[in-house]
């Protein structure tokens, strides 16, 4: 282990080489005596000493204290004072400098020796606190984060470069001010001051979070929205002594944020609100009818009637034009505090606020049919629509915004029913009724399953000899538990879903069956024929008449003895 080198600074030649001798003998190794303080600090430079024994009077006209000054500000080595006064003015003088040790001539040995070895303590620590604070300032500069330090008096004592750039304050300009002055804090809502996370943080000893919704003015009076944190420093004893207060820039993830808003609640076409955030204001409205009796509201239900011919016509761009035209004619006749969203396709949902009764809602249902059969002017083309409109009345009945959506659905279908271009209110009968077809729906989807279905046959005359030259199959449903179900029941709701499809095969398959059995029971020239209805949706299949054929093989029918 390298000993520690001592520099002794001593004008009494005799006194320095005592000390010399004191100090190898303990083990320090002291290559240089000097005696004047301008060697003093050459000597310094020069050799890097570990440690100095300054004595304060010396030769020439600096003395130890001046010198001492010089070599630790510039040097950083630490100084233990030699003096044989000890008067009160030198010692303040000496304070000033920082020493690590103060002795009286004479000491001892012992003494001598318990004071360097404090001194070169004292110094390992505070250069450890040092390097330590080196460091850690080294870290604040180089973070991410915008940082400032403020003291007890919430005096900025650090600002590191990233919160430079952010309040644009400059360092030297930023140390010594309020953090309040450099960091000023605005409520997003308000714009008004609030009271400054630091100041509570160095209040409360509690570290503050400051919520998102705060802006930070500029020294350049522009506003940013930051997130901030307030974190007490506290001594020893848990007295504060400052704060570090640390945001960061929310600029880019606000308009992150209000990108995924806007895609996820607002319609990417006409901008206006979507299903989704509909259904939470459909809701929100709810609740407040449940909460306040005299309150209401209405919902309209818009389908444009006619778009997919104008669609198919002019063309996608023409339609999204359509679209965008109509969304702005309804958003300028409405007020600002309802809603009209797009719900899809070309349909749009009305959410009228304060609504008390269906006069009300019918009137604004009026007033939007007849503003949308006005002529709009899309790509240099006049285009003329209407729309088939439903109308519920929410009230504290309903248990969702689903239900509500439902029974103006069903409004709306109903107008289309009456021939468009008009508006339908909702009664709970109409609700009843699409109950009952969607149950009626189910029964056929069963019935066809399970075999239900008959065929009657209905005999053809010859007008001129009255004998039977074939027949017309009609189908029929026995209904266990009900009987014959008439056909105007169940054909029209089997026409609507596709379902008349299946039943007509099964129809075709058996009647054309029955017919070869009759042919070959009761011979006849020509031979009996049949007749089967079938549905205008067959002919949009392209495989109709090879199905036919199909069934005209397996059954073993003449194709002369099939009409349809």
Same mark, same amino acid.
């Not at 000023?184 to 000893?205: M, Q, V």
């Not at 088939?388 to 509500?404: P, R």
């Not at 054309?512 to 059995?517: A, D, I, K, P, S």
């Given at each position: 282990?390298?000993?520690?080198?001592?520099?002794?600074?001593?004008?009494?030649?005799?006194?320095?080489?005592?000390?010399?001798?004191?100090?190898?003998?303990?083990?320090?190794?002291?290559?240089?005596?000097?005696?004047?303080?301008?060697?003093?600090?050459?000597?310094?430079?020069?050799?890097?000493?570990?440690?100095?024994?300054?004595?304060?009077?010396?030769?020439?006209?600096?003395?130890?204290?001046?010198?001492?000054?010089?070599?630790?500000?510039?040097?950083?080595?630490?100084?233990?004072?030699? %003096?044989?006064? &000890? @008067?009160? $003015?030198?010692?303040?003088?000496?304070?000033?400098?920082? *020493?690590?040790?103060? =002795? +009286?001539?004479?000491?001892?040995?012992?003494?001598?020796?318990?004071?360097?070895?404090?001194?070169l303590y004292k110094h390992q620590v505070d250069q450890e606190k040092e390097e330590q604070e080196q460091r850690l300032?080294?870290?604040?500069?180089?973070?991410?984060?915008?940082?400032?330090?403020?003291?007890?008096?919430?005096?900025?004592?650090?600002?590191?470069?990233?919160?430079?750039?952010?309040?644009?304050?400059?360092?030297?300009?930023?140390?010594?001010?309020?953090?309040?002055?450099?960091?000023?804090?605005?409520?997003?809502?308000?714009?008004?001051?609030? %009271?400054?996370? &630091? @100041?509570? $943080?160095?209040?409360?000893?509690?570290?503050?979070?400051? *919520?998102?919704?705060? =802006? +930070?003015?500029?020294?350049?009076?522009?506003?940013?929205?930051?997130?901030?944190?307030?974190?007490?420093?506290?001594?020893?004893?848990?007295?504060?002594?400052?704060?570090?207060?640390?945001?960061?820039?929310m600029t880019d993830h606000k308009q992150a944020r209000e990108l995924l808003i806007r895609n996820a609640f607002y319609d990417s076409l006409t901008t206006l609100p979507n299903r989704?955030?509909?259904?939470?204001?459909?809701?929100?409205?709810?609740?407040?009818?449940?909460?306040?009796?005299?309150?209401?509201?209405?919902?309209?239900?818009?389908?444009?009637?006619?778009?997919?011919?104008?669609?198919?016509?002019?063309?996608?761009?023409?339609?999204?034009?359509?679209?965008?035209?109509?969304?702005?004619?309804?958003?300028?006749?409405?007020?600002?505090?309802?809603?009209?969203?797009?719900?899809?396709?070309?349909?749009?949902?009305?959410?009228?606020?304060?609504?008390?009764?269906?006069?009300?809602?019918?009137?604004?249902?009026?007033?939007?049919?007849?503003?949308?059969?006005?002529?709009?002017?899309?790509?240099?083309?006049?285009?003329?629509?209407?729309?088939?409109?439903?109308?519920?009345?929410?009230?504290?009945?309903?248990?969702?915004?689903?239900?509500?959506?439902?029974?103006?659905?069903?409004?709306?279908?109903?107008?289309?029913?009456?021939?468009?271009?008009?508006?339908?209110?909702?009664?709970?009968?109409?609700?009843?009724?699409?109950?009952?077809?969607?149950?009626?729906?189910?029964?056929?989807?069963?019935?066809?399953?399970?075999?239900?279905?008959?065929?009657?046959?209905?005999?053809?005359?010859?007008?001129?000899?009255?004998?039977?030259?074939?027949?017309?199959?009609?189908?029929?449903?026995?209904?266990?538990?009900?009987?014959?179900?008439?056909?105007?029941?169940?054909?029209?709701?089997?026409?609507?879903?596709?379902?008349?499809?299946?039943?007509?095969?099964?129809?075709?398959?058996?009647?054309?069956?029955?017919?070869?059995?009759?042919?070959?029971?009761?011979?006849?020239?020509?031979?009996?024929?049949?007749?089967?209805?079938?549905?205008?949706?067959?002919?949009?299949?392209?495989?109709?008449?090879?199905?036919?054929?199909?069934?005209?093989?397996?059954?073993?029918?003449?194709?002369?003895?099939?009409?349809?």
């Open positions: 282990m390298t000993a520690t080198k001592i520099l002794i600074v001593e004008d009494e030649s005799v006194v320095a080489i005592d000390i010399q001798d004191s100090l190898m003998h303990l083990g320090y190794d002291v290559p240089f005596i000097v005696d004047t303080g301008l060697d003093a600090i050459k000597t310094a430079q020069e050799f890097s000493p570990d440690l100095v024994l300054m004595d304060i009077h010396l030769k020439g006209d600096m003395d130890g204290i001046e010198a001492s000054e010089h070599i630790y500000r510039k040097l950083g080595i630490p100084i233990i004072y030699l %003096t044989a006064n &000890a @008067d009160e $003015a030198t010692y303040a003088r000496a304070k000033l400098t920082g *020493p690590f040790g103060y =002795l +009286l001539k004479p000491f001892r040995e012992e003494e001598l020796h318990t004071t360097i070895g404090i001194a300032t080294t870290i604040l500069q180089s973070i991410g984060e915008a940082v400032i330090v403020s003291d007890h008096e919430s005096k900025v004592t650090f600002i590191n470069p990233v919160a430079e750039e952010i309040t644009h304050w400059k360092s030297l300009e930023a140390i010594g001010e309020k953090v309040s002055t450099i960091v000023p804090i605005l409520s997003d809502a308000t714009l008004l001051p609030t %009271t400054h996370p &630091a @100041d509570n $943080a160095l209040k409360s000893l509690s570290t503050v979070v400051m *919520p998102e919704n705060i =802006l +930070l003015e500029t020294k350049g009076h522009s506003r940013i929205p930051i997130a901030l944190t307030a974190a007490p420093l506290k001594d020893r004893k848990g007295k504060a002594m400052g704060v570090v207060t640390a945001f960061r820039d989704a955030l509909l259904i939470d204001r459909l809701n929100q409205s709810l609740e407040r009818v449940k909460q306040y009796a005299n309150d209401s509201f209405a919902l309209l239900f818009v389908d444009i009637d006619r778009f997919k011919m104008v669609n198919d016509s002019l063309g996608h761009p023409c339609g999204d034009q359509l679209l965008l035209a109509i969304g702005k004619r309804l958003r300028q006749n409405l007020f600002a505090t309802d809603t009209v969203a797009r719900f899809g396709g070309d349909e749009f949902a009305i959410l009228l606020e304060h609504v008390y009764d269906n006069k009300m809602a019918s009137e604004v249902a009026a007033r939007i049919n007849h503003v949308l059969q006005q002529p709009f002017l899309v790509e240099g083309q006049t285009v003329y629509t209407s729309a088939s409109i439903g109308v519920v009345l929410g009230s504290a009945k309903y248990q969702n915004a689903d239900d509500l959506l439902r029974d103006a659905d069903i409004a709306m279908y109903r107008s289309k029913e009456q021939g468009k271009s008009c508006f339908t209110v909702f009664e709970p009968s109409m609700y009843a009724q699409v109950k009952g077809l969607l149950q009626l729906e189910n029964d056929i989807r069963d019935a066809i399953a399970n075999r239900e279905f008959e065929v009657h046959y209905q005999p053809i005359l010859a007008l001129s000899t009255q004998e039977i030259v074939g027949f017309e199959a009609l189908v029929r449903w026995r209904k266990p538990g009900q009987g014959l179900i008439s056909p105007g029941v169940f054909i029209p709701v089997a026409e609507e879903t596709g379902l008349i499809v299946p039943i007509d095969w099964w129809v075709m398959d058996e009647a054309c069956l029955q017919m070869r059995f009759w042919q070959q029971q009761f011979p006849s020239s020509p031979p009996l024929t049949i007749s089967i209805n079938i549905s205008s949706k067959h002919f949009a299949q392209p495989s109709l008449v090879e199905q036919v054929r199909q069934v005209l093989e397996k059954t073993g029918l003449p194709p002369q003895s099939f009409k349809s």
